[in-house]
């Protein structure tokens, strides 16, 4: 059969275009943080095995991006197809219908694997709405160095009380050596995620069963106080600017003994190119109080998908690809096996994981340890450890860490930044129509 060129020509044309047009481009947001950079630039790998399929990055830091997704997801917006999103999201948005049920996965992603308190963080009556890139407790990074020179020895628990009297041994400002570094950005998952631990392990909490709010109690003004007063006496200057990257980037140069944070921090404060300390560093279990209830956090970072989303089954495809097992693998083979996203699958805590990871067991051992549904001391009516998962809370844990960020730098004193916290907090209580 002889076809004319031009005929042949067309029908070429027609072909290529439609490959063209099935390109889909997925617009993922994310969070500026260390393995967030790393699945960006290991994607490539995803690009070159599903050609069809085109990633679009917006990498934001944090506070932004929470701001960015919830107006967008909250309007119905449709700007992202990907969003970096936690657990707090994850129960209320997909409780209002916002985020595709993701169900039907593959068997070789082995859902199994994956830890049951993180599944059940980001599921909403068994069904799970977002997909764990990693999972993170809290912890203390301590300078062991520091530490064996002013003779001094970390306990395998610390007390809050013990902390502090660290570092202030440690803190020599003339130095650039400060004695503890803690989150006093401002922001519900900033500054908020620590304080509520610490407000917890001196037995307060965010509300009573009747929903009434609790910042004048005794517990809170111990707790408070007891931050104030130790970020003042030992911590770094500037602090009301310092959220994770923050602290991570001035633990990593040298300047903090003492850093209480996020799990996560583990592979970098180790990694030798991040890490001026690399080789100095070690690791225990967050500080307790009066009770060891909600002294440490637990939180996810997770892939979701909007509804509004065009390009969901892609979006799936890709959500799948970098929660799997393999993109684990992926890391383990370019980066180094200490740098796997941690927390979410039984999995990675192999043998080889554990001997390369100092941090591992620890991480492990207080994500197990969280109990999102108990949290404190004293009863409470809310879920969540270093957050409260009702809508409410994103408006009023970040009124209230903009107060106790103007108490950590004088602008008002406890007492005031506390009775502030009660009277905003009941006012836009009331006004959500609580108790309900």
């Not at 275009?17 to 393995?35: E, F």
């Not at 701001?67 to 999201?89: N, S």
């Not at 004193?413 to 502030?420: F, G, M, N």
Request: net charge neutral; with cysteine.
């Amino acid at each position: 059969m002889n076809i004319p060129v031009k005929a042949l020509c067309v029908a070429m044309c027609m072909t290529l275009s439609g490959i063209s047009l099935g390109a889909q481009t997925l617009t993922i947001a994310t969070v500026n943080n260390s393995d967030m950079i790393r699945m960006q630039k290991l994607a490539k790998t995803f690009e070159s095995e599903h050609p069809d399929i085109k990633l679009n990055w917006v990498v934001l830091e944090e506070n932004v991006l929470r701001q960015r997704l919830t107006t967008d997801i909250a309007t119905q917006g449709g700007q992202f197809d990907v969003l970096t999103i936690g657990m707090y999201e994850a129960a209320l948005w997909g409780a209002k219908g916002w985020l595709e049920p993701m169900n039907e996965l593959p068997a070789s992603y082995a859902i199994e694997d994956v830890f049951p308190s993180v599944r059940d963080g980001l599921s909403v009556k068994g069904t799970l709405y977002a997909l764990p890139f990693y999972a993170e407790s809290s912890m203390t990074y301590y300078r062991t160095d520091l530490f064996k020179e002013a003779g001094l020895t970390m306990p395998e628990h610390p007390t809050w009380e013990q902390i502090a009297e660290f570092a202030k041994t440690l803190n020599k400002p003339e130095k650039e050596q400060y004695g503890i570094c803690l989150r006093g950005k401002a922001g519900w998952g900033e500054n908020m995620a620590l304080i509520s631990t610490v407000a917890n392990a001196y037995g307060a909490r965010w509300f009573d069963e009747k929903w009434q709010p609790e910042f004048t109690g005794p517990e809170w003004k111990n707790a408070l106080n007891f931050y104030v007063n130790t970020m003042k006496a030992s911590g770094p200057p500037g602090a009301t600017s310092n959220g994770f990257n923050e602290n991570l980037a001035l633990f990593n140069s040298g300047k903090c003994a003492i850093w209480v944070d996020a799990s996560v921090a583990g592979s970098f404060v180790t990694d030798p190119t991040q890490s001026k300390v690399a080789d100095k560093v070690g690791f225990t279990f967050a500080p307790h109080a009066v009770t060891d209830k909600g002294s440490a956090w637990l939180y996810s970072w997770a892939l979701a998908i909007p509804t509004t989303s065009k390009a969901k089954d892609a979006a799936k495809t890709f959500s799948t690809w970098a929660t799997s097992r393999e993109y684990g693998a992926l890391v383990a083979e370019k980066d180094g096996i200490a740098n796997v996203p941690p927390g979410t699958r039984a999995s990675t805590y192999s043998d080889a994981y554990l001997k390369a990871a100092p941090f591992a067991k620890v991480t492990l051992e207080s994500l197990k340890a969280a109990k999102p549904n108990d949290p404190t001391l004293k009863p409470v009516p809310y879920v969540g450890i270093q957050l409260v998962t009702i809508p409410e809370f994103q408006a009023v844990g970040t009124q209230v860490g903009k107060l106790f960020s103007a108490a950590l730098i004088g602008q008002m004193t406890v007492d005031q930044a506390l009775a502030a916290a009660q009277q905003t907090t009941e006012r836009e209580m009331k006004r959500a129509g609580y108790p309900k």
